[in-house]
């Protein structure tokens, strides 16, 4: 078609992820949502007759079917995948069961169905493919540079980018934050940088925020305007012009993001990722979760549910080896929207911050009258009064702990990619009388 581009053979190189080549799995390759049986064509029939069946088993059962659903799982794709990437969808279903099976029940699953590739049942758990000298070393690190060329989420803000070199296929990017602290605004800054820059797909799984309102924030964040100048465009007759000039640019720089404004189980994830490459014929690049404690998930308590998920949003970004973007509120303990975050307030659950690769810690902070910054210059009056602090709170590739204040335009919603240390301000003492 004119004026559109064929993503999986010849795809555009804007940056650097933008690349694809034969290395990369098609998500197709590892979820097939729709229940065609393959083993035995002549159930087919009787296949039609149970849609959505999978999508059904893959969001979890309760103890007494665990074991009859998981071989009807790994059924269905052991003849469509190698017998290591049936088990690893397996490891993320059962993270959905009531409770979950062990993790040789698992094993046992998949070497039940393996009979034509039974290498999965002669190879040990303990196995000198598991021995790596420094030859395989090495082969598995330049493995790592190539697919950091082929897909590597960069946040867009140059300081914290310098200190954790994006986010990689796989890999858990983790926001905390308080209700109010610009979270939800910075996953979707970062979410329209990618969108704008790459010629992959950034889905936004929006939990919280209904769709009305995600549209009326972007129009914001490219206009540079406030949500109500947004609505007075859309309601105003006389302002016609404008409003089909702004709903053309959003179109234009949104084309390769979609939203999914509904409660997701982890399995529900891979299957819109799958159905949305499939039906708008694009790679999904990234993905982003708003938020962690209002996913679907199993758990006898919150405590339980909310560590199941967090371990699973990993599990999940490797299976579709892609980044994740996953916001999570603090607990209690990180009181109002301008106290200090720290590594161990994730609410609910310590597994949170465990599960990730990079934990970022948001909060505002009371603007100091004597501090300027090259970005204040013309903003509305009392705009500059906000800052927005950013701490890297854990860095798999480097050293954590750097506080930085972000580039605000708070009417806007809009989060640039400057930033410049932070210091925490010292409270005079008081003089005891």
Request: net charge neutral; proline share 5%; hydrophobic share 35%.
């Amino acid at each position: 078609m004119p004026d559109t581009y064929n993503f999986k053979y010849d795809p555009p190189e804007r940056c650097e992820v933008a690349t694809y080549d034969q290395f990369y799995n098609d998500l197709s390759d590892f979820l097939e949502i729709l229940p065609e049986s393959t083993q035995k064509p002549e159930r087919k029939n009787t296949e039609q007759k149970e849609p959505g069946w999978l999508q059904k088993l893959m969001g979890g059962v309760n103890e007494p079917g665990r074991n009859a659903a998981g071989a009807r799982i790994a059924g269905y794709f052991i003849n469509k995948l190698p017998s290591v990437d049936v088990l690893t969808i397996l490891e993320v279903w059962n993270l959905n069961n009531t409770p979950p099976l062990k993790e040789k029940e698992i094993h046992s699953i998949v070497k039940s169905v393996s009979r034509y590739q039974p290498e999965i049942e002669t190879k040990a758990r303990v196995d000198i493919s598991n021995v790596y000298d420094a030859s395989r070393m090495v082969e598995a690190y330049q493995e790592h540079i190539a697919n950091l060329k082929k897909n590597r989420f960069i946040l867009g803000i140059s300081e914290i980018d310098k200190r954790i070199r994006g986010v990689a296929a796989g890999e858990v990017l983790t926001i905390l934050a308080r209700s109010g602290s610009f979270k939800t605004a910075m996953l979707q800054n970062l979410l329209k940088n990618y969108a704008q820059n790459s010629a992959w797909a950034a889905v936004f799984f929006s939990i919280e925020m209904p769709v009305p309102s995600v549209t009326e924030r972007y129009f914001q964040i490219l206009d540079g305007c406030t949500g109500r100048e947004v609505e007075s465009v859309f309601t105003d007759t006389t302002q016609l012009e404008m409003k089909n000039a702004s709903i053309g640019q959003f179109v234009k720089d949104l084309q390769r993001f979609f939203v999914i404004p509904t409660r997701v189980s982890l399995s529900d994830i891979g299957a819109y990722v799958r159905l949305i490459e499939t039906e708008k014929n694009v790679k999904v690049g990234v993905i982003g979760i708003d938020y962690l404690g209002l996913m679907d998930g199993p758990g006898s308590n919150t405590y339980e549910t909310v560590s199941r998920l967090a371990t699973g949003t990993k599990n999940i970004a490797k299976l579709l080896n892609i980044p994740v973007i996953l916001l999570s509120q603090v607990s209690r303990k990180g009181g109002s929207g301008q106290s200090e975050i720290s590594l161990d307030m994730g609410r609910d659950s310590g597994a949170i911050e465990e599960g990730a690769d990079f934990v970022l810690g948001l909060w505002q902070q009371q603007r100091d009258e004597k501090d300027t910054d090259v970005w204040t210059d013309g903003l509305p009056d009392g705009e500059s009064q906000i800052d927005l602090i950013c701490k890297i709170l854990k860095n798999r590739k480097g050293p954590a702990g750097s506080t930085w204040k972000l580039e605000l335009v708070a009417h806007a919603m809009q989060i640039g990619a400057n930033a410049v240390p932070y210091q925490q301000r010292k409270e005079p003492k008081s003089k005891g009388y």
